[in-house]
């Protein structure tokens, strides 16, 4: 019997598994998830969901012996666990990028190595190492691995700064030069398994305290920086030999310089607009990669603006009504934390 729809099997049940599975199930794909918090809100949007940690055979053989390809949510899955998958099931995207981009370091010397820009760094494994590091400051020292929305940063004015730090040196960090911002912009992509991709326009993003705070289309940016950001994250897709949707964070210094931020080998939170600005957002199009659909021509309805919902804010979005052109997104946290994102709302401009 041929199997029309596979059976997806998603790692992790956050928000961003959480839209995975809603857009697989527009598409009539079964998912089952893969979460160490039983707690993950992913369980109000999947068809059957895994409560266990990551690193246990039996659960790992037992998830993937129910489904027929895996994808995840976040990058920083052990490793082991998604190479050990991937002897079982096919993994996208594959689990050797995940290698290159975990590492703040490992991540910006393959940007360089490819002839894209980044921000001046160095890699930061004891005091010393930041002693002769002067024309890095001021700047900001970044965990290598396992750093989001700001955490495992310290943003330092200069050298006599990093003392008062306590910093563990069992560590490796990064430190990058600070850019005085014009602008940050992101680039959403997907590329697919014959190598053909579908890219959205840039889209611009506004941070508080490193968290993002708003993204809106269009960015307000020329055409040459419009082109050379897709351009790069197309050549970075390609080089990955990636497959599904991923990001590139870029800055946009004072002097117009495009400088490449970061890569999230995942769905992004700056994406979130396009479930309502597109025909096609990027969670419908990273499961049609990734379960080997077809791809669908881009349309985009709207220019849009999006909101972050961090924290307590969200029992004020609960509580409000909405007309037509906004769509709140609540992400059903059972705990409400401080700095966590919690929803989103899309305001579109009609
Ligand atoms: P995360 O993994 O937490 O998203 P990022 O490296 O993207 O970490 O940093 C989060 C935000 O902090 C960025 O989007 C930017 O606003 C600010 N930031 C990070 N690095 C720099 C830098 N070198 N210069 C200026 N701003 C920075
Ligand atoms: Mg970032």
Same mark, same amino acid.
């Given at each position: 019997?041929?199997?029309?729809?596979?059976?997806?099997?998603? $790692?992790?049940g956050g928000?961003?598994?959480?839209?995975?599975? %809603?857009?697989?199930?527009?598409l =009539?794909?079964?998912?089952?998830?893969?979460?160490?918090?039983?707690?993950?809100?992913?369980?109000?949007?999947?068809? /059957?969901?895994? +409560?266990?940690?990551?690193?246990?055979?039996?659960?790992?053989?037992?998830?993937?012996?129910?489904?027929?390809?895996?994808?995840?949510?976040?990058? *920083?899955?052990?490793?082991?666990?998604l190479?050990?998958?991937?002897?079982?099931?096919?993994?996208?995207p594959?689990?050797?990028?995940?290698?290159?981009?975990?590492?703040?370091f490992?991540?910006? #010397?393959?940007?360089?190595n490819?002839g894209?820009?980044?921000?001046?760094?160095?890699? +930061?494994?004891?005091?010393?190492?930041?002693?002769?590091?002067?024309?890095?400051?001021?700047?900001?020292?970044?965990?290598?691995?396992? &750093?989001?929305?700001g955490?495992?940063?310290?943003? @330092?004015k *200069?050298?006599e #700064?990093?003392? #008062?730090?306590?910093?563990?040196? &069992?560590?490796?960090?990064?430190?990058?030069?600070?850019? %005085?911002?014009?602008?940050?912009?992101?680039?959403?992509?997907?590329?697919?398994?014959?190598?053909?991709?579908? +890219?959205y326009?840039?889209?611009?993003?506004?941070?508080?305290?490193?968290?993002?705070?708003?993204?809106i289309?269009p960015?307000?940016?020329?055409?040459?920086i419009?082109? =050379?950001a897709?351009?790069?994250?197309?050549?970075?897709?390609?080089?990955?030999?990636y497959?599904?949707?991923?990001?590139?964070?870029?800055? $946009?210094? !004072?002097? %117009?310089? @495009?400088?490449?931020?970061?890569?999230a080998?995942?769905?992004?939170?700056?994406?979130? @607009?396009?479930?309502n600005?597109?025909?096609?957002?990027?969670?419908?199009?990273?499961?049609?990669?990734?379960?080997n659909?077809?791809?669908?021509?881009?349309?985009?309805?709207? %220019?849009? /603006?999006? $909101?972050?919902?961090?924290?307590? !804010?969200?029992?004020?979005?609960? #509580?409000?009504?909405?007309? =037509?052109?906004?769509?709140?997104?609540?992400?059903?946290?059972?705990?409400?934390?401080?700095k966590?994102k919690?929803?989103?709302?899309?305001?579109?401009?009609?």
């Amino acid at each position: 019997m041929v199997k029309l729809k596979p059976v997806l099997g998603i $790692i992790g049940g956050g928000q961003l598994g959480s839209m995975l599975a %809603n857009a697989a199930k527009k598409l =009539k794909i079964k998912t089952i998830v893969l979460s160490d918090d039983p707690k993950a809100p992913a369980k109000n949007f999947c068809d /059957e969901i895994i +409560i266990s940690e990551y690193e246990k055979q039996k659960t790992i053989e037992d998830f993937a012996s129910k489904v027929d390809v895996v994808t995840f949510e976040f990058e *920083n899955i052990p490793f082991k666990v998604l190479e050990y998958i991937s002897k079982l099931k096919p993994v996208f995207p594959k689990p050797s990028i995940n290698q290159i981009v975990q590492n703040r370091f490992i991540e910006k #010397e393959f940007i360089n190595n490819i002839g894209i820009k980044t921000t001046n760094y160095a890699l +930061i494994s004891n005091q010393s190492d930041i002693a002769n590091k002067e024309e890095l400051f001021p700047g900001l020292l970044k965990t290598c691995t396992l &750093g989001y929305d700001g955490k495992g940063q310290f943003v @330092l004015k *200069n050298r006599e #700064e990093t003392r #008062e730090l306590k910093i563990e040196f &069992g560590k490796e960090y990064i430190l990058e030069k600070k850019v %005085n911002l014009k602008k940050e912009i992101s680039v959403v992509i997907t590329r697919f398994l014959n190598n053909d991709f579908t +890219i959205y326009e840039p889209i611009e993003n506004l941070h508080i305290n490193q968290i993002l705070d708003k993204s809106i289309i269009p960015a307000d940016i020329n055409k040459n920086i419009f082109e =050379k950001a897709q351009q790069q994250a197309k050549l970075i897709a390609e080089k990955l030999d990636y497959v599904g949707t991923m990001c590139v964070e870029y800055f $946009i210094d !004072e002097k %117009n310089n @495009l400088l490449v931020n970061e890569i999230a080998p995942r769905v992004h939170n700056s994406g979130h @607009l396009t479930i309502n600005t597109h025909n096609v957002s990027q969670f419908e199009n990273h499961i049609r990669a990734v379960c080997n659909l077809e791809k669908v021509e881009l349309k985009k309805f709207c %220019n849009a /603006e999006m $909101i972050n919902i961090i924290g307590e !804010e969200i029992k004020t979005y609960r #509580e409000k009504s909405y007309s =037509k052109n906004e769509f709140f997104f609540d992400y059903l946290k059972s705990d409400i934390k401080e700095k966590r994102k919690m929803g989103h709302l899309t305001i579109l401009k009609l």
